[in-house]
């Protein structure tokens, strides 16, 4: 009776653990088919937009989220903008007919199961009977990473394809064409001996990974276009669920195999646009590398390949690194000749070439054929020398005439590759027709005096042009001294030649600018002194006593438009003037002189010296070069003392009187030249019995480290009271002056008596 209840328990655990069980089942069949619901509609909206076929759109979207290491579901719900699986019941169902293959195998990350399924597809529309994907190892071997419809002793013996067994697989990975039912290519050992098959590359950013190879009964189906576009989707799609082949090693890991190495090597890093390999970038060059033309490994390191090597695509060098890269088989032993060139000489060499993949990288040997050998290294760094240094050598024989030349000898002559060299007695048929003697009195003391000898002439070029070279030969005599050859070396002095007329040219230039400079200084300094009167006129029936100062720069080429004027009115007023036009030389003189011409015949007219400097800006904007000056002026009547005056951008006056130095307020105005219709401020003050009025240019306080205004506090307190001497206390002025920029200068003085 006890043994029921526990019967009874035990029935009821497991009927609710099958319940559990059909439950989970249910709900991931739901999953699954809500899953395919939403990478239905995302395929549909990628085959509208892209214009492309279903099973292509699989495989991009595929594609999409390997790239950017999501799910596929996640993406596809992402395209849709729907949500995940769990809300996929809200996807409207995908309409029209199933294509050739199912859009959802993209979800499906198992390989082998994605085989069967698709197998199964091909089988029902196209009558296949079989499927296998190959996966290339590193070396060149095959491995079958999943099948269908292979019997499993035959999927056993061609688990793995050693290199050299000339599959059709094989052929296709290692860069042959695709391979359809009908094709002639078909022969060769493989799995399904006797069936139709078609091949096609597993491609992975234009790197050949593998191979999708789907076999029939013979003959085989003729497949139309579109159906071959579907299959090439397929292979796209196994493309993208192929594993890593191992660990890829590091960066870090290639940087310690490259500079391990004994013989010269790069590491190649490849440059994809637009998901096609375009070119090559120098990733690491180690330290045992040469380049040819001697560049240095950190001007290579980061570089493009076809910069660096531009002839690579016409040798066929860049080809075969293709080809390693897109098929990963190894290229062992071959040999490059380039043709380098550096500015006008041509470099050949040739280069023994090896090539691996390497964790997506190649790494290339480099080696030139001559060897690694010391003697090698020497003759290679001579020439790298020569080639710098645009000397070429030779050697003549006395008697048989047997004549060798160095590499760039040709080039320097003009002659093709392979011409006869020039005898040194035909040399003067190469060279102008006025450096024949030169060549001749050479060939003369080198043969017959038994000396060596040197000459520089123009080497004519077949095209006309000329080479300016120098030649050096010394005669090789015997122990009897007996001339056996002669020896020499050719030197290519153009550029120097060049650059030793553009310096003698910039000299007579200079030498002639040098003159001119001084001869435009010394006619300034004489215009100058021959306007500026080294006294003021007589001003002592007005009650008023002056002196004036001007004092040149010291560098004659600097002499620049200073002025001073004292000009008693016919209206018993003096008229006092003070001005500095901008520049220096003969037009700053100029300018000066018009200036100070114009403000002398416009002061007869009466007017005050804010209409004076207005007439005066007239004149600097109508002369030639747009004149622009500082100026003040001043009208002063010695009977009252009265005192008016007006400034364009120049440092105001200065009273010395008995109360101490005070410097006159700044009406407004602007410079000279610098405005049309400027208008300018006019201020008035009152000169006593004893006071001295002095103006003065900038030249006399400017300084480059402090503000104009204490130079001249500080100059009027050092100099002190004027006293009864004007000249001398003008004289101590220029003495105590704190200015440091070399400028001329002009003093005026005025005591009212």
Not at 187 to 214: H, I
Not at 399 to 420: K, M, N, Q, T, Y
Not at 450 to 464: E, I, M, N, Q
Request: glycine share 10%; hydrophobic share 45%.
């Amino acid at each position: 009776m006890t043994a029921r209840p526990e019967l009874e328990e035990s029935t009821a655990r497991a009927l609710a653990e099958t319940v559990r069980r059909l439950q989970n089942a249910a709900a991931r069949a739901r999953t699954e088919a809500q899953t395919r619901s939403v990478v239905d509609l995302a395929t549909g909206i990628l085959s509208e937009r892209l214009g492309v076929l279903p099973a292509e759109a699989a495989a991009h979207l595929v594609r999409l989220a390997h790239e950017a290491g999501v799910a596929v579901a996640a993406l596809a719900a992402d395209i849709a903008r729907l949500p995940a699986a769990e809300d996929a019941n809200k996807v409207p169902a995908a309409t029209g007919a199933p294509p050739l293959l199912t859009p959802t195998l993209g979800a499906e990350p198992d390989l082998q199961r994605v085989a069967g399924a698709v197998l199964e597809q091909l089988a029902a529309s196209l009558g296949a009977h079989a499927l296998a994907v190959w996966q290339r190892l590193p070396g060149g071997a095959l491995a079958l990473a999943a099948h269908s419809g292979l019997a499993a002793a035959e999927a056993e013996a061609w688990s793995r394809v050693p290199p050299g067994v000339a599959t059709p697989a094989q052929r296709v990975v290692g860069g042959a064409a695709e391979l359809w039912p009908g094709d002639p290519e078909h022969a060769g050992p493989s799995v399904g001996n006797g069936s139709a098959r078609a091949v096609l590359p597993l491609l992975e950013a234009g790197r050949r990974r593998g191979a999708l190879e789907v076999l029939w009964p013979e003959p085989g189906p003729p497949l139309t276009p579109s159906q071959r576009r579907q299959l090439r989707a397929l292979a796209e799609l196994c493309a993208t669920l192929l594993g890593p082949v191992g660990e890829p090693p590091t960066p870090e890991d290639l940087d310690v195999l490259l500079e391990g190495l004994l013989a010269p090597a790069l590491l190649l890093e490849p440059d994809l646009r637009a998901g096609q390999l375009a070119d090559f970038t120098i990733r690491r060059v180690n330290a045992q590398f040469r380049d040819p033309l001697g560049r240095p490994r950190d001007a290579l390191e980061g570089s493009s390949f076809l910069e660096a090597y531009p002839v690579a695509g016409a040798t066929g060098l860049f080809e075969r690194l293709l080809a390693v890269y897109r098929t990963g088989v190894p290229l062992t032993g071959g040999f490059v000749r380039l043709v380098l060139r550096d500015g006008p000489h041509v470099v050949p060499v040739t280069v023994r070439l090896a090539v691996a993949p390497v964790g997506g990288r190649l790494l290339v040997g480099w080696e030139p054929e001559t060897g690694p050998s010391g003697e090698d290294e020497q003759t290679a760094l001579l020439r790298q020398a020569q080639r710098l240094a645009r000397v070429a050598g030779f050697e003549e024989g006395a008697d048989d005439g047997r004549i060798r030349w160095s590499v760039g000898l040709r080039e320097l002559f003009g002659l093709p590759a392979g011409a006869s060299p020039v005898p040194l007695a035909h040399l003067a048929r190469h060279v102008h027709p006025d450096d024949e003697p030169a060549v001749r009195r050479l060939v003369d003391t080198v043969r017959h005096r038994r000396r060596t000898s040197s000459a520089v002439f123009r080497l004519v070029r077949p095209g006309g042009s000329y080479h300016y070279t120098r030649v050096i030969a010394e005669p090789v005599l015997d122990d009897e001294g007996r001339l056996v050859a002669v020896r020499g070396a050719y030197h290519d002095v153009s550029a120097q030649h060049r650059t030793e007329v553009a310096l003698g040219a910039t000299r007579a230039r200079l030498a002639d600018s040098e003159q001119e400079a001084a001869e435009r200084g010394q006619l300034a300094l004489r215009l100058q002194q021959a306007i500026l009167p080294a006294a003021p006129p007589p001003l002592g029936v007005t009650g008023l006593r002056a002196a004036v100062r001007y004092r040149p720069a010291a560098k004659r080429d600097r002499v620049g438009g200073d002025w001073y004027d004292v000009l008693p009115l016919p209206d018993k007023r003096v008229l006092l003037a003070v001005g500095d036009v901008a520049g220096h030389g003969v037009g700053a003189a100029t300018g000066m002189v018009a200036l100070r011409h114009a403000l002398r015949g416009l002061a007869v007219t009466g007017a005050g010296p804010a209409r004076l400097l207005e007439w005066a800006n007239t004149v600097a904007l109508r002369e030639p070069g747009q004149v622009t000056a500082t100026a003040v002026c001043v009208l002063l009547d010695p009977a009252g003392g009265a005192l008016r005056w007006a400034r364009a951008g120049h440092l105001p006056p200065i009273r010395l009187g008995s109360d101490g130095a005070h410097v006159l307020p700044l009406p407004h105005g602007v410079l000279l030249g610098a405005l049309d219709e400027a208008r300018y401020e006019e201020y008035s003050a009152h000169l006593s019995t004893g006071d001295v009025l002095l103006l003065y240019t900038d030249g006399l306080v400017e300084r480059r480290d402090r503000p104009v205004e204490d130079s001249v506090d500080q100059l009027i307190r050092t100099a002190g009271a004027p006293g009864p001497d004007l000249e001398g206390y003008l004289d101590r002025l220029l003495d105590l002056s704190p200015a440091d920029t070399d400028d001329d200068t002009c003093l005026i003085a005025v005591r009212v008596e």
